[in-house]
């Protein structure tokens, strides 16, 4: 069944990741998974690491690691603005490991309720998520 589209676009700090027209979006905030439809009812919401993915058919799926961000959904669009988003297969497990690596030390050294070691955590968090998108399983 065909579902009315709507307009979708995905920012990071170096420029347009992706824009273009969907049936759906699925994604992940702060307070748990979210699917969008069009005409859906106003949202502002924070984004976790996740397998974003965007629907432009029911079959047809474009898929992304997305990082942290914030999700704007008004007027019938969805604006997507993210610390970063990658295809799966952009991904490099080998490297994400390695960050993961080094976030996993930051953690382990920084003073607990400290910035640093809440960015640490954030990094951890994205970094699993990460590996799991490269090595093809969702998150």
Sequence with gaps: M?????PVEILSPEGEVWSGEVEMVSTRTTVGSIGLLANHEPVLAMLDPVELRLYETE???RRF?????????AGNRALLLVEEAHAPED???????????R???ELES???GS???RTAARDKRR?????AIAEGGAS
Excluded: H, M, N, P
């Design 2 to 6: 065909a579902r009315t589209k709507f």
């Design 59 to 61: 079959s047809d799926v």
């Design 65 to 73: 690691a997305q990082g942290e961000g914030y999700l704007q959904v």
């Design 91 to 101: 991904l490099d497990a080998g490297d994400l490991r390695e960050r993961l690596r």
């Design 103 to 105: 976030a996993e030390q």
């Design 110 to 112: 920084a003073e607990e």
């Design 115 to 117: 910035e640093a070691a």
């Design 127 to 131: 970094w699993e998520t990460f590996i």
